[in-house]
């Protein structure tokens, strides 16, 4: 087989396919990318008319909305100054500085007054003959009134639309209100922003079809909108001249016979005299980005022709990396779960922690790792990889170490990485001393971060094998850490409340029987009990309250908490207690002794029996016989006070 073995051969076999798959995939793109692009040149022709089209009908929309609005306004403020004025003297000064007030607002160019013998009161006080067409009697036939485009008297190459209405109502009309609106105004009123301001703007009155405004031609008022125009494929005559006659917007495209082309065309009813809003764009100008953006597609798709080469050529290379870092991301997932699942129950066996770093430890190819359990600022708790902690001399150095790592964190409160080249990076000036001290070379560090983002510990690798560029390792198995320490926690003082009394602070009769079960399998050789109970509560509570009652109980635990520190001291009940202690009967007899006195000198009043044996007597029994004599000593207490009614 040429030298080669059939294993080689199996293989320069596949990279031959693989390569010839390439460039078939590569030679297939590229005419893919020609059809494409043949294809896309005529999609973007028929999405640039549509395109087009959707912007002109909107803009037509706006323009339309704002053409009403504006004649709206002119109306309302014509008819407002009209019912202002009615009681006033149509020739005093107050109505002349009304109609300077009104002149020049919204669309009107001029205002006036016109008199039942057509003359005319101007804003500045002059009176003149009117030089319009109609006289007063005929505008007062129409009542208020919109007129349609026609020349200005004044100037025969204006042209306006004026709006009046009666002051006053028949039979006592004072006069007649007129404001005027030139067309040019009302032009340059609404500027027309589509398509880089290419776009014009007409407005059509359908009944005559001239156009009443003009922006293409520049003359308004007498221009045939149906001169000429040759509708383009496509759009139908018909539709239009319906929707004229109905007031339906549309949208068509004619030959305009001034420029030679056809222009793109949406139109919209006015509220005013039935007129059409048209705004229209020519097909040059449509297609001007088309043809702009066909050469671009036609460089594009030769660039993309030249990079697909490229990159199948990359593509094989990166593969490769690829699966060195997915594997990477599996083996980082696989010791995160680790991680995790090793903390899952961490709050009830606790040496889990250590196992978890350990795990860090393998990961990051460290000496030691640390976890510092911190409790208002200070560690509370330390946690090793290491069984024996080979850092300086044992475990108080570790412990020193752990506070300055704390201590820094506490100063930075961020992950780091540093070295013992540059320690700078050090916050806290203890921890710069160590790093010597202790031959630590590199370390890497982050905070644990609890509720509230309050600071509850730093986890630490030291001494890694390899400098590390990369925090991932610890700040992926941060959350976890940080749900441990707080399951502890949680636990811990679950476990508190359940075993300790709220009032006295003792242990509760849950921690009794806890201890009594113990017994069973694990006993000393020596059990001494005292047994109290303190005399006339349920009378003082009922005397005085229960926060007496309660003040009671505390003095005569406090009593006992002290007269036995090295014992276990229980409120089993609502007024009795049990110490549990290795003294000898004699010196658990004194000591309780003590305590009743000093219960005494706080004005209570306690019965003490006391009991002791060896492992060979049930823990019970001499709990029994220790009740059994303080029973007795209460007896002895109520006789000698002469009530035995408060015998209990």
């Not at 009681?87 to 001029?110: A, C, G, M, W, Y």
């Not at 502890?488 to 003792?506: C, F, P, R, V, W």
Request: glycine residues 6%; contains cysteine; negative net charge.
């Amino acid at each position: 087989m040429n030298g080669l073995s059939m294993k080689e051969e199996i293989r320069l076999k596949k990279l031959s396919r693989q390569r010839f798959g390439i460039v078939f995939a590569t030679t297939g793109l590229i005419l893919v990318l020609t059809i494409g692009f043949l294809v896309a040149s005529n999609l973007l022709k028929a999405y640039s008319i549509n395109f087009c089209l959707q912007i002109l009908e909107q803009e037509a929309l706006n323009t339309k909305n704002n053409i009403d609005d504006q004649l709206s306004f002119f109306q309302n403020d014509m008819d407002i100054l009209a019912e202002i004025i009615q009681e006033e003297d149509l020739s005093s000064p107050h109505v002349q500085k009304l109609l300077k007030t009104f002149e020049d607002k919204n669309l009107i160019s001029r205002i006036g007054i016109m008199f039942p013998d057509n003359q005319i009161l101007l804003p500045n006080g002059e009176i003149k003959m009117s030089n319009g067409n109609r006289t007063f009697d005929e505008l007062i036939q129409d009542g208020p009134f919109l007129s349609n485009a026609e020349p200005d008297g004044a100037n025969s190459h204006n042209w306006i639309l004026y709006y009046t209405i009666p002051i006053g109502e028949q039979p006592d009309i004072k006069g007649l209100l007129f404001g005027v609106m030139e067309l040019n105004d009302i032009a340059h009123s609404f500027n027309i922003e589509v398509f880089d301001g290419e776009a014009d703007f007409y407005i059509m009155d359908p009944e005559n079809m001239n156009l009443v405004l003009d922006t293409l031609h520049g003359h308004p008022g007498h221009s045939d909108a149906t001169e000429g125009h040759q509708i383009k494929e496509g759009f139908y005559e018909e539709q239009i001249s319906y929707d004229f006659a109905h007031g339906h917007s549309g949208l068509t495209a004619y030959l305009s016979t001034s420029l030679n082309e056809y222009l793109y065309t949406s139109y919209e009813p006015l509220d005013v005299n039935h007129w059409f809003i048209m705004l229209s764009v020519p097909e040059s100008i449509v297609f001007d980005e088309a043809e702009y953006t066909k050469t671009v597609l036609f460089w594009l798709g030769i660039f993309e022709s030249i990079v697909l080469i490229i990159y199948f050529l990359w593509i094989l290379l990166r593969s490769k990396r690829e699966m060195k870092l997915k594997e990477y991301q599996i083996q980082h997932i696989h010791y995160m779960y680790n991680v995790q699942h090793i903390l899952f129950d961490a709050y009830r066996q606790q040496e889990n922690i250590s196992l978890s770093l350990k795990q860090i430890a393998a990961e990051t190819k460290a000496r030691s790792v640390l976890l510092a359990a911190i409790d208002n600022n200070k560690v509370c708790r330390i946690f090793s990889s290491q069984d024996s902690p080979s850092i300086g001399d044992g475990k108080q150095r570790e412990k020193q170490l752990a506070q300055a790592l704390a201590e820094d964190m506490l100063l930075r409160n961020t992950a780091y990485i540093a070295s013992a080249e540059n320690p700078l990076t050090c916050q806290d000036d203890n921890l710069k001393k160590m790093i010597s001290q202790f031959g630590i070379s590199q370390w890497m560090a982050i905070p644990i971060e609890g509720q509230a983002g309050r600071l509850i510990g730093v986890l630490a690798a030291i001494n890694t094998e390899h400098p590390w560029c990369d925090i991932t390792p610890l700040t992926s198995v941060a959350l976890s850490f940080s749900m441990a320490l707080y399951n502890i926690q949680a636990y811990q003082t679950i476990e508190k409340m359940g075993t300790t009394d709220s009032l006295t602070n003792l242990w509760n009769r849950n921690a009794y029987e806890q201890k009594m079960k113990q017994f069973e399998t694990v006993r000393p050789d020596r059990i001494t009990c005292v047994y109290a109970d303190a005399n006339g509560l349920h009378e003082l509570n009922n005397s005085q309250g229960h926060a007496a009652g309660d003040k009671m109980l505390q003095c005569v635990a406090n009593s006992l908490k002290d007269a036995f520190e090295n014992g276990s001291v229980f409120r089993i009940g609502g007024d009795e207690f049990l110490v549990i202690t290795d003294m000898e009967e004699e010196e658990a007899a004194a000591q309780a002794a003590a305590a009743k006195q000093n219960a005494q000198n706080n004005g209570y009043h306690v019965s003490i029996g006391t009991a002791s044996g060896d492992s060979a007597i049930p823990a019970i029994t001499i709990v029994k016989t220790a009740e059994k004599r303080m029973y007795e000593d209460k007896r002895l207490y109520y006789m000698g006070s002469r009530d035995r009614r408060q015998v209990r």
